[in-house]
């Protein structure tokens, strides 16, 4: 009688490691250790602590399916569910961008920014996706309140589930629209935020295999990556208030074009601010002598 062969936590490491190294996987061995955690539900040091713990026919079973999807370059969080973001963990799904850590450097600048001039702002995300940025403001911003916007209706449901889960969905609101256009003209804001689009469209396909399995619409910027940047910046007077703040996530090599945009549209003090790797990551604009011209350089440190 043949007998099944043991697999422990070492051993189906070792095994997924180099599988996932000859599929192309980023981190192979990483990925693996997250993939287990999450069956056996348990911290990373377990696994270490524990690695001659044979795994059971039901533990193998739901491992071999995430792993089968990860091969594919199926994003981890989408696995998984949930990704970590500020200081709560966010569902996602194939609807919504993964949130990165970048993002997370654009709203402790608004959050100072907020804090500094007026902490109860009301709020506009635009491509709100996953409703990451503007749930994390409002969980930070108790007395703020904020509209989320998405032409995606998966991405929305999302959000609001989001909302819900982290606390803040009695003071966010969630429409279908595309940018604007489903705003009342009169309805005004005083912070304005976008993580738009912003990879130029034929270097969608130069992207990690990972990243092309997110929503083209939350990548796909246009010819030049900046449509969705023009597209806002000349609506965003109509909808911020006199002395209001917009802010942006842009792509690199994107500073200098969208700062100019900003300025074009009346929005005359601007200000950048670089992410982990030193790159131009984020864009500050607001009228000249308004209440957030004065701290754009303070937030943007």
């Avoid at 697999?7 to 000859?22: E, G, R, V």
């Avoid at 001659?52 to 990860?70: F, H, I, K, S, W």
């Avoid at 996602?92 to 959050?111: G, M």
């Avoid at 802010?247 to 945009?261: D, K, N, R």
Wanted: aromatic content about 8%; hydrophobic content about 45%.
């Amino acid at each position: 009688m043949e007998t099944k062969p043991v697999w422990t936590i070492i051993k189906i490491l070792n095994w997924t490691k180099q599988y996932f190294a000859d599929k192309g996987v980023e981190n192979p061995r990483l990925d693996a250790e997250i993939l287990l955690c999450a069956v056996l539900k348990c911290e990373r040091i377990k696994l270490y602590l524990d690695f001659e713990r044979p795994l059971d026919e039901q533990e193998l079973a739901v491992y071999r399916g995430y792993v089968a999807r990860r091969a594919q370059h199926e994003p981890l969080a989408y696995i998984l569910g949930e990704k970590a973001f500020m200081r709560n963990t966010f569902k996602v799904n194939s609807h919504t961008l993964v949130p990165r850590p970048e993002t997370e450097l654009l709203v402790e600048s608004l959050v100072m920014a907020a804090e500094k001039v007026n902490s109860a702002p009301m709020l506009l995300d635009i491509g709100t996706g996953s409703g990451a940025i503007l749930v994390s403001l409002l969980d930070y911003l108790p007395q703020a309140k904020g509209v989320g916007v998405d032409i995606s209706p998966g991405a929305l449901a999302v959000a609001k589930e989001n909302a819900v889960r982290i606390g803040v969905a009695d003071r966010a609101a969630f429409l279908h629209s595309d940018l604007f256009s489903g705003i009342p003209a009169e309805r005004k804001f005083d912070i304005i935020v976008s993580n738009p689009p912003y990879i130029p469209a034929a270097k969608i396909v130069t992207l990690a295999r990972d990243v092309q399995r997110e929503p083209r619409g939350a990548l796909d910027g246009g010819n030049d990556g900046l449509d969705f940047y023009r597209r806002i910046t000349e609506s965003a007077g109509t909808h911020l208030v006199a002395d209001g703040l917009l802010a942006f996530e842009i792509g690199i090599g994107q500073s200098e074009a969208v700062c100019a945009m900003c300025r074009e549209n009346g929005l005359g003090a601007v200000a950048v601010r670089r992410d982990y790797a030193g790159i131009d990551r984020m864009v500050f604009a607001a009228k000249e002598g308004g209440r957030y011209a004065d701290i754009l350089l303070e937030i943007t440190k």
